[in-house]
């Protein structure tokens, strides 16, 4: 309990006591007597709204529950009273926008009530009262473009329209309207990388019902310097992948404890309890659900990604599986240079190897890596994937058709060719039956293969320490000693092609 005065004190406890009872009348009373003597007490507020309510005394408990929301960092007690009151009663027009901003500001809740109430706010207040005025007199086009002009700037700049955008659906007619008019002109203006993020999350939230994913260019490559990164972008915006609905979960904490034993074999200091993590190219979320859950509760994630498509996915897939506290952002790995923050561990699977210099970036990442910190890596290995290369020469893909549509007929080509002989084709992947993994298999903007004997060299420039690789139960009987000695390896591979057809992924170590 805070510092409050005896008074305060004893009036709250008395509500309570009555409260217990059933007794609302008394407990009103009580609560009203603490709050009056401590205003600035939450606890007492939110008492005290929660007991209007039960008494059908609606507008009081908004005015009360609101005025303790705006006291700062609601509690869960608090959010759950403002919850049960937008979800049985229409919040009053006296409510603004900036109510509703706190509780939005909480990441890890389900605050769709609230953004939904949010965006009610806002149609009826400045700036996107005047948009849709605007969108009234001359059409939706015309707002879109005064939202985007300096003039407009205040509207798509607007934190609480952000950030109810990305907390839940809007069910506001006009505002769709205005929405899927400004997606459609979203450009590669760096100043537009938070709203492209947003329209994108909010097109997840929304299942895309009004703005169709084949749209979703509109996000693409956002102020990226490199080319590369900017195709790759591309190609994320238009497949996120990979597409998923569930992941099966190791044991909680499990992660944690193999990285520990690893480094206690190699004589190395302990991650830890509240490691501070960087996923560089989440993707769609799988592996931030995995790491969330087997590196402990304690686990301070921040994710980035090129492409704002697959970022929306993987903030809507945590929120689903309950993880909180992942801070999602928009970036590509060659402009974390810039970043001043450090990592005890840093994981990159499946992202350097779709660089143009895939040392370039793995640099720059250890460079974030804490001293005595630990990476997860994972690189394509190019003896396993030396089959796609075949495929791919036996049925040239015709580049003259679109990206979907050159996809569509490659398939097609091979299907009709390995129907009943499907190890003859190669395809070994189960990539290659869904649009996006046969993309990132098969089509992709630009692949960086690696050998045993390059992944050394790298790690020995880098100055990192290799501990093991991640394999199959399988791989692992087979080569139980010398597990950290990449030189025999490279025997073994050579011996078994098919080893890492999941990639080369691994545990480093960066030096204390």
Request: charge should be negative; aromatic fraction near 8%.
């Amino acid at each position: 309990m805070p510092d409050v005065s005896p008074r305060a004190a004893l009036a709250f406890d008395l509500g309570l006591a009555a409260h217990r009872q059933g007794d609302f009348a008394t407990a009103l009373a009580r609560f009203s007597e603490a709050y009056e003597a401590a205003p600035d007490w939450p606890d007492a507020g939110t008492a005290l709204a929660h007991t209007h309510e039960r008494l059908g005394e609606i507008d009081a408990a908004y005015r009360i529950g609101f005025a303790c929301a705006r006291l700062g960092a609601p509690s869960e007690t608090l959010i759950t009273v403002l919850t049960g009151l937008l979800d049985n009663y229409p919040p009053p027009n006296w409510l603004t926008a900036e109510d509703f901003a706190p509780v939005l500001k909480i990441a890890g809740r389900d605050t769709r009530l609230f953004a939904r109430a949010a965006l009610s706010a806002l149609v009826r207040e400045p700036p996107l009262r005047d948009a849709l005025t605007i969108a009234q007199a001359q059409g939706f086009a015309a707002a879109a473009d005064w939202a985007l002009s300096p003039a407009g700037r205040a509207l798509i700049e607007n934190e609480t329209l952000l950030r109810a955008l990305r907390a839940g659906p809007n069910s506001e007619p006009a505002l769709e309207l205005l929405l899927t008019a400004i997606w459609q002109r979203v450009n590669d203006d760096p100043a537009l990388a938070t709203l492209a993020v947003t329209l994108a999350a909010q097109c997840a939230l929304n299942e895309y019902v009004w703005a169709p994913q084949a749209d979703r260019h509109a996000a693409t490559s956002i102020g990226f310097n490199d080319p590369t990164s900017r195709a790759v972008a591309r190609q994320y915006e238009d497949h996120p992948y990979p597409a998923w609905r569930h992941v099966d979960l190791p044991p909680a904490g499990s992660q944690r404890a193999q990285l520990r034993s690893l480094q206690r074999k190699h004589g190395l200091a302990e991650t830890p309890e509240h490691p501070r993590v960087l996923i560089a190219g989440c993707g769609t979320g799988q592996q931030v659900v995995q790491m969330a859950t087997t590196l402990g509760p304690h686990a301070r994630i921040v994710a980035c990604d090129l492409s704002a498509a697959s970022l929306a996915y993987a903030q809507r897939k945590a929120t689903e599986h309950g993880i909180d506290g992942v801070e999602f952002r928009q970036a590509d790995i060659l402009d974390l240079a810039t970043w001043t923050e450090r990592f005890d561990i840093v994981a990159c699977t499946g992202v350097l190897h779709h660089m143009q210099d895939p040392r370039r970036g793995w640099r720059i990442l250890t460079d974030l890596t804490l001293p005595g910190g630990a990476q997860y890596i994972a690189l394509y290995s190019a003896l396993a994937r030396t089959g796609l290369d075949d495929i791919r020469r036996r049925f040239p893909p015709d580049a003259s058709l679109p990206i979907d549509a050159r996809i569509r007929d490659f398939r097609r080509r091979v299907l009709q060719a390995h129907a009943f002989d499907w190890q003859a084709s190669g395809l070994t992947w189960t990539d290659f039956f869904t649009m996006g993994g046969c993309r990132d298999l098969l089509f992709h903007a630009h692949e960086d293969r690696y050998t045993i004997a390059r992944l050394a060299e790298d790690l020995n420039v880098l100055g990192l320490q290799f501990l093991d690789f991640n394999l199959p139960s399988s791989a692992a009987r087979d080569f139980a000693d010398a597990r950290d000695d990449l030189t025999a390896w490279d025997t073994y591979e050579r011996a078994h092609p098919n080893t890492f057809t999941r990639m080369y992924q691994f545990w480093c170590a960066k030096p204390a």
